[in-house]
């Protein structure tokens, strides 16, 4: 073993320190690479470089779809399926009968999106500036942009929703079927919580 592995040293304005790093070193010998984000290019990139990758996928279903495909692109870089792994989406609201845990997601769900928070979700998919609708009132009535120069950009690379048309006519179709205003949409259509329940639930259902 080289005994200079681990040491470092450092002599600086704020503080001098020196010592013996007595941690393994890591398998991959560097930093670990994780992605986060479901756009193609997302998946691209951790195929190719990536040694985990966060999934926003929590039921069953879905993880198997984003597993499948996520795997299959690591042979044409080189690599394999081992080489990536996948940390799924998994959120619980938790308590001591069913009812109360299913009370508890809903108020989670609420306070976790503000009026604004709801605005801002629905400009990734309108690609317009929607600061002036009521967040408590009715979606839109008017289609996405769906132009190149998206309004989202300077906060996030990805579009999520590939036919944001598509997604704003099924959004519109939900809100009016439940009376559901903007907040409403984006609290019931989010990332929920994938297991709700009392521990004997969960247990079961895990």
Known sequence: RDAKAGAFVHTGQHFDIHGQFNVPRSPQGRPVVFQAGDSEEGREFAAAEADAIFSRHGTLEAGRAFYRDVKSRLAKYGRRPDQLLILPAATFALADTDAEA???????????????????????????????????????????????????????????????????????????????????????????????????????TI
């Open 102 to 204: 299913e009370e508890l997601a809903r108020e989670v769900r609420r306070q976790q999106v503000s009026g604004a928070t709801a605005l801002k979700h629905l400009e990734f998919v309108w690609n317009r500036n929607l600061s002036a609708y009521d967040p408590e009132g009715p979606l839109p009535d008017i289609d996405p942009d769906v132009g190149d120069d998206h309004i989202s950009q300077g906060r996030a690379q990805v579009r999520m929703y590939r036919d944001p048309v598509a997604t704003a006519r099924e959004w519109r179709e939900l809100a009016a079927a439940n009376k559901w205003s903007i907040r409403d949409l984006v609290i019931n259509t989010g990332n929920r919580q994938n297991f709700v329940g009392s521990p004997a639930t969960l247990a079961t």
